[in-house]
T-cell receptor, first 113, second 115 residues
Framework: DAGVTQSPTHLIKTRGQQVTLRCSPI?????VSWYQQVLGQGPQFIFQ???????GRGNFPDRFSARQFPNYSSELNVNALLLGDSALYLC????????????FGPGTRLTVT | GQQLNQSPQSMFIQEGEDVSMNCTSS?????WLWYKQDPGEGPVLLIA?????ELTSNGRLTAQFGITRKDSFLNISASIPSDVGIYFC???????????????FGQGTILTVHP
């Protein structure tokens, strides 16, 4: 069975640009969460979506937004990129809203120059 | 952002030795999870704990959900070279408010196993 997939694998952007990251959850999973992982730290929660609605939000600025599609895939958008946005962006899926066994994808490595 | 206190930060052990690491928090969690992350990859779920006092095993791995709900422990027995990686604990408060679905992670324990 396919796990969580993310695209692209790597991305290089310039300060001020906008970026869109994509995630496909495990088949049958309806919940998608996004995390940011800076080098040397644990992942930090950004959003959770369930049934196309935002159900949880972490302490990130409004430059970060996301959405979930009818097929439960999701996109994370980051506007007006800053150098500090350079990180590994992880997507995790889970079967039900609030179920805590979140399964992570390989991540998208974003570098902002 | 808030993180759990995970210790030790790193461990250097010989193959065959047992390993212990733990996580503590000032907040109560309803769920504790343990993940392993290899360089350049996403975290892989090892064990999930749902009840205070629960002790769960997955092969050579054993984890416990602390009675106070503020801590958790992971033990690895008879370590092998492929155990090398970064181990993270993660806790979830549970339903309600904007923290719904939020996992709070520790800083990670870097494990090195010498053959």
């Amino acid at each position: 069975d396919a796990g969580v997939t993310q695209s692209p694998t790597h991305l290089i952007k310039t300060r001020g640009q906008q970026v869109t990251l994509r995630c496909s959850p495990i088949s049958g999973h309806k919940s998608v969460s996004w995390y940011q992982q800076v080098l040397g730290q644990g992942p930090q929660f950004i959003f959770q979506y369930y049934e196309k609605e935002e159900r949880g939000r972490g302490n990130f600025p409004d430059r970060f937004s996301a959405r979930q599609f009818p097929n439960y895939s999701s996109e994370l958008n980051v506007n007006a990129l800053l150098l500090g946005d350079s990180a590994l962006y992880l997507c995790a899926s889970s079967g039900l809203q609030g179920v805590d066994e979140q399964y992570f994808g390989p991540g998208t490595r974003l570098t902002v120059t | 952002g808030q993180q759990l206190n995970q210790s030790p930060q790193s461990m250097f052990i010989q193959e065959g030795e047992d390993v212990s690491m733990n996580c503590t928090s000032s907040s109560i969690f309803n769920t504790w999870l343990w993940y392993k992350q290899d360089p350049g990859e996403g975290p892989v779920l090892l064990i999930a704990l749902y009840k205070a006092g629960e002790l769960t095993s997955n092969g050579r791995l054993t984890a416990q959900f602390g009675i106070t709900r503020k801590d958790s422990f992971l033990n690895i027995s008879a370590s092998i070279p492929s155990d090398v990686g970064i181990y993270f604990c993660a806790g979830q408060l549970g339903a309600g408010g904007t923290s719904y679905g939020k996992l709070t992670f520790g800083q990670g324990t870097i494990l090195t196993v010498h053959p």
